[in-house]
């Protein structure tokens, strides 16, 4: 969710390992200039289009550097089972970690609150978009709780613990 902290946490992820590639699925969309339609924009049936188009893109990217030796790390929303399955459909040779960052909606809507101007998401949907992963894949991956941590403690925890705890088959 918008202040989870995706994007600190994953950066500081890239940063610490010692090949990697950190792949921002905010700008993937944002790569579609001429006709973008973000997310939840309309018409809802080319904003789903773009959106398994990021994804295909991320997983492409994901693969090659892969391949070529590097960790990648995905900085995006999986809002539902449709989209984990997407992911993993597209990711059949590797091993997936899938972390939720889920220091619940209270802190993600003061983290938000609390950026930057020019990074803040103005989000209402906090609560629908918890109870739809929860329900569609709250037993996929880790559901990781980082309210009482920093981003670097974070960061350090996964790459600590996520071979264990964030398998996804």
């Known amino acids: 969710m918008p202040g989870a902290g995706k994007s600190t946490v994953t950066r500081l992820i890239a ?12 700008f993937i969309s944002t790569l579609v200039v001429g006709g973008h339609v ?16 990021c994804n295909r893109n991320l997983c492409a990217l994901a693969n090659n550097f892969s391949d070529a030796g590097f960790t990648p790390v995905i900085d995006t929303v999986v809002p539902d ?8 459909s597209l990711l059949p040779a590797r091993q997936v970690l899938f972390v939720v960052l889920s220091p619940g909606i209270e802190a993600c809507r003061y983290r938000n ?6 990074e803040r998401f103005d989000f209402d949907g906090y609560e ?11 037993d996929a991956g880790w ?3 980082t309210a009482a941590l920093t981003p ?5 925890r996964i790459i600590r613990e996520a071979l264990r705890r964030a398998l996804t088959g």
């Open 113 to 118: 609150a609390h950026r930057d101007p020019r």
């Open 143 to 145: 559901w990781f709780d």
């Open 81 to 88: 089972r449709r989209q984990l399955d997407f992911f993993l």
């Open 38 to 53: 973000w997310a939840l924009g309309e018409p809802a049936d080319e904003a789903a289009r773009q959106v398994d188009l």
């Open 15 to 26: 940063d610490r390992l010692s090949r990697s590639a950190l792949l921002d699925g905010y």
């Open 152 to 156: 670097e403690q974070t960061a350090d």
């Open 128 to 138: 629908a978009l918890d109870a739809t992963m929860r329900r569609e894949f709250g």
